[in-house]
């Protein structure tokens, strides 16, 4: 069972947007090597049926199949300085490629 905690102004910031987040795999290379990061977005995705559901703090989160947590389970932060740019980061997941 996949276990995600989302801290209280992450749930905040989403719920202005949305009921559910997305956990996308999304894939990155560079000078060493390519990996794949987890990148949550607010609203639930286009093919949820390509998803895994969990049911976090209330909040629904769709995590691209394949994931696979820390043994404490993952978290879901906000991140950034509210007056000028902030985005959701996760903890605690990944993807194997």
Known sequence: ???IEISEDARDFI???ADAVTVEAMEMSG?????IMP???EGVPAEPENYDEVMADGIKVYLSKGAVCEP???RILLKGDRFIYQTL???GLRYDI
Not at 31 to 35: K, L
């Open 31 to 35: 000078c060493f090597g390519a990996f």
């Open 15 to 17: 719920r202005k947007k």
């Open 72 to 74: 404490g389970g993952s």
């Open 39 to 41: 990148v949550a977005i």
């Open 1 to 3: 069972m996949i276990k």
């Open 89 to 91: 980061e996760v903890e």
